[in-house]
C-alpha cells in the first residue's frame, strides 16, 4: 500500500509540482482547492482524472483554511500520513492591503491543520510539513541566514508566518507531533504566480521582445534574493517528512542577485544587453545592444519583431507604486544542515532557472501574439 498525502494549496506553484512527484513515488494525493467562479486548477489539470474511476491517485476536495470544520472533516475523511500545509495567501505585498485575512489563512491556517490532527487522534500517525519562510528573517540579523538565526518579519504575511512556524515548534514540543517547518527562500519556475518578481519579469521581457508590450514598470530594483527552482525545493519537503526525527530546516542556493541583475540577466536570454541608468524611482532599463534578432510569427510568414528599432528606449521603468512599506533588502541561505542531514542538494542554478521561465514565456507569447495577429485573419475567414 502506497502513502497518502493530503496538500493544502494543491492548486500552487509549489503543490502542482509536489503532487506530480508524490504520485511517480507512489502515493495516493488528496489536494484543497477553494471554490472559484472560474477554473483554478490549471497548474494541475495535466494529472486531474475523472471522479467516476476506480484507484484514483489525485483526488480533490473543495476547502478553505479558513474554516476550521471542512477541514477537520476533510482529513478525517483522508486519514493522512502525511500532510503538506502550502495554502497561504503568499504575496507579501498584498498581505499590506489583507493583513488580518492574510493572518487568519497563513497563521491561523496552520493552527487549524496542527489541531484538527490532534483532535481526531493522529497525532502518532500523521506528519506534518509547515511551509514557512525566508520572510521570517526580514531585516536580517545575521548573512548568510540559517536555522538558528534570529526573526525579524518585515510584513503582515512574515508576521502570519511567524505565528505559523512556532505553533508548528509547539505542537511538536507539547504533543510529540511529528511536524516540522522548512524554511524556503525564494524558488520560482515556469509555474511562478504571475504577479511574483520573476514571473513577472520573464512574462513582461518576452511581451516586449515580440512588439506585444512596450515597457515594463517595476519597484525596488536594489533587494536581494537567493533564488533556486521550485522542482528542487519540493523534494526537500518530502526529504523533511522521512526523516527519523521531526525538525526545521533551511532550503536554499546560498546564492543572492539584485532584481536588477535578474532583469539583466533575462534580457541576455533573448539576446538584448540592457544599461540601468540613475538611482530611486527615476532608474531606468535602455536597450543598449540587440545580438539576436527577435522574429514574430504569423500565419505562413515571419518578420522582425519591432523590438529591433528600438536601441536606447527606456524598456524598464520604476514606479514607486510596487515599493513596499518596510522591505526585505537582502536574503541569503546557508543550507549546510539540509545538505548533510537530509542529502538535499538543488540541481537547478539560476542561469539554468532563468532559462527555464523565460523559454516558458517566449513560447506563451509567441502563441498570444499569433492569436492577436492571426486570429484577425482567422475571424476574417469566418465572417
Ligand atoms: P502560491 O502559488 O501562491 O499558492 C498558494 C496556494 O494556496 C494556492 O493553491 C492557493 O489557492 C491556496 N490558498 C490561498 N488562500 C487559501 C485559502 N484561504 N484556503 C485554501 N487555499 C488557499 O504559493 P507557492 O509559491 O506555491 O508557495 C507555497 C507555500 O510556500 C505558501 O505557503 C508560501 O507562503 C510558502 N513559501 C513560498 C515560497 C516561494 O518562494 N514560492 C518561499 C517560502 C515559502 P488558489 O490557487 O485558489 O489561489
Ligand atoms: O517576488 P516577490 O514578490 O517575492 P518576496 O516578497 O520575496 O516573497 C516571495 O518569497 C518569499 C520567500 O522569501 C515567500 F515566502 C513569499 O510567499 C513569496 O513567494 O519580491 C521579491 C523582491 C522584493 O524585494 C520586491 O520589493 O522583488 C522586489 N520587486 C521589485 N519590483 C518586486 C517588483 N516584487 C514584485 N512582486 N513586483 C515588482 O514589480
Known sequence: MGKTALITGITGQDGAYLSEFLIKKGYTVHG???????????RIDHLYQDPHLDDRNLILH????????NLT??????QPDEIYNLAAQSHVKVSFDTPE???????LGTLRILESVRLLGL???????????????????????????PFYPRSPYAVA??????????YREAYNMFACNGILFNHESPLRGETFVTRKVTRALSRIALGIQSDVYMGNLSSKRDW???????????????????????????????????????????GIRIEFKGEGSNETGEIAAINTPVFVEKIGESYLAPIQKRIGEKVVKVDPEYFRPTEVE?????????????????????????????????????????LRDGGYRILNYFE
Open 161 to 170: 508566518k511567524m505565528y505559523a512556524y512556532w505553533i508548528t515548534v509547539n
Open 330 to 370: 537582502l536574503l541569503i541561505g546557508d543550507a549546510t544542515k539540509s545538505r548533510t542531514q537530509l542529502g538535499w542538494e538543488p540541481k537547478y542554478n539560476l542561469d539554468m532557472l532563468i532559462e527555464d521561465m523565460m523559454a516558458n514565456d517566449v513560447k506563451n507569447m509567441k502563441k498570444e501574439a499569433y
Open 101 to 107: 485575512y492574510t493572518a487568519n489563512v497563513d497563521g
Open 123 to 149: 497525532a502518532s500517525k500523521t506528519r506534518i510539513y509547515q511551509a514557512s519562510t525566508s520572510e521570517l528573517y526580514g531585516l536580517v540579523q545575521e548573512i548568510p541566514q540559517k536555522e538558528t538565526t
Open 32 to 42: 484543497i482547492k477553494r471554490r472559484a467562479s472560474l477554473f483554478n486548477t490549471d
Open 228 to 270: 533556486g527552482h521550485a522542482k528542487d525545493y519540493i523534494k526537500a519537503m518530502y526529504l523533511i517528512l522521512q526523516q527519523d526525527k521531526p525538525d526545521d530546516y533551511v532550503i536554499a542556493t546560498g546564492v543572492t542577485t539584485t532584481i536588477r541583475d535578474f532583469i539583466s540577466q533575462a534580457f541576455n536570454e533573448i
Open 62 to 69: 473543495y476547502g478553505d483554511m479558513t474554516d476550521s470544520m
Open 73 to 78: 472533516r476533510i482529513v478525517s475523511e483522508v
